[in-house]
């Protein structure tokens, strides 16, 4: 898993995304002075596996938790998926 950092090219105002571990990240930036990272947008995750709901049983769990947290007029707002 490598978060997404967004660059720009200081010499030609080119910006461009990479993926990159954290770990390289500092030494990628003073090998190439040139390249200065900005926030394009939030660094992004990508684990290759997309967004899943939760198994049954910690769904169910999710339930009986909002059912004992729910009282008088107000209710919870655990979402149960």
Same mark, same amino acid.
């Given at each position: 898993?490598?978060?997404?950092?967004?660059? !720009?090219?200081?010499?030609?105002?080119e910006e461009?995304?990479?993926? #990159?571990?954290? &770990?390289?990240?500092?030494?990628? @930036?003073?090998?190439?002075?040139?390249?200065?990272?900005?926030?394009? !947008?939030?660094?992004?995750?990508?684990?290759?596996?997309?967004?899943? #709901?939760?198994? &049954?049983?910690?769904r169910d769990? @999710?339930?009986?938790?909002?059912?004992?947290?729910?009282?008088?007029?107000?209710?919870?707002?655990?979402?149960?998926?």
């Amino acid at each position: 898993m490598c978060p997404t950092y967004s660059f !720009r090219n200081k010499e030609t105002n080119e910006e461009f995304e990479a993926f #990159k571990h954290m &770990s390289e990240l500092d030494a990628y @930036l003073s090998d190439n002075p040139h390249i200065e990272q900005f926030v394009g !947008r939030a660094p992004a995750i990508h684990s290759g596996r997309g967004m899943q #709901k939760p198994d &049954s049983g910690f769904r169910d769990l @999710l339930g009986e938790i909002k059912r004992k947290h729910s009282k008088g007029l107000t209710s919870s707002t655990v979402n149960t998926f």
